[in-house]
């Protein structure tokens, strides 16, 4: 059967070919692009004799809708999975605590600058160049238990300047729940 024979047997078979798609998508607005979609491979199917044109028009309906529906599972699988990765609102960082963060980095910041060089130096190059202790002992020209204990005072000084900057923290927060309280 030529093209134009198989375009006429899917005009007359539309509406059947419509509530076959409904039923198995579950939706007129999704078996309408199914229609839609099945018009345009007949456009691309070549010039063969077809021996029973309306079961093919079906077949093709029918592998359509399975072709979308497994199209939809995994569209949904994968944006579900894309959800599920996806920080909530409880995650994200409200204004205030931004600005708490901000200031411990200040203080951090702050912290490495009144360090020793050396002392400063091990920190960076463990923490933010990721080195192994072994290199920054034989770039420092110490041994690895000199890093260790570096690493040891520069932590210790990082935590004593934050503690004692949460603490007039405290003090602040303290004055502003007394004043509020007594409004």
């Given at each position: 059967?030529?093209?134009?024979?198989?375009?006429?047997?899917?005009?007359?078979?539309?509406?059947?070919?419509?509530?076959?798609?409904?039923?198995?998508?579950?939706?007129?607005?999704?078996?309408?692009?199914?229609?839609?979609?099945?018009?345009?491979?007949?456009?691309?199917?070549?010039?063969?004799?077809?021996?029973?044109?309306?079961?093919?028009?079906?077949?093709?309906?029918?592998?359509?809708?399975?072709?979308?529906?497994?199209?939809?599972?995994?569209?949904?699988?994968?944006?579900?999975?894309?959800?599920?990765?996806?920080?909530?609102?409880?995650?994200?960082?409200?204004?205030?605590?931004?600005?708490?963060?901000r200031g411990q980095w200040r203080e951090v910041e702050g912290a490495i600058a009144d360090m020793p060089e050396r002392m400063a130096t091990a920190l960076r190059m463990f923490r933010l160049e990721e080195r192994p202790q072994r290199d920054i002992a034989e770039h420092l020209g110490i041994s690895v238990s000199g890093v260790e204990k570096l690493l040891q005072r520069a932590y210790r000084k990082i935590h004593d300047r934050l503690a004692a900057s949460g603490e007039a923290l405290g003090d602040a927060r303290r004055l502003e729940d007394e004043r509020g309280a007594e409004s």
């Open positions: 059967m030529a093209d134009s024979g198989l375009k006429a047997i899917f005009l007359a078979q539309r509406p059947m070919l419509l509530r076959l798609l409904t039923a198995r998508l579950g939706g007129r607005d999704e078996a309408e692009d199914a229609l839609q979609d099945l018009w345009l491979r007949i456009d691309q199917t070549s010039d063969q004799p077809i021996a029973q044109p309306a079961a093919f028009l079906y077949r093709m309906a029918s592998n359509l809708a399975t072709d979308r529906r497994i199209a939809a599972g995994r569209r949904g699988a994968r944006d579900g999975g894309w959800l599920d990765v996806q920080p909530g609102a409880e995650e994200m960082p409200d204004p205030e605590r931004a600005s708490i963060a």
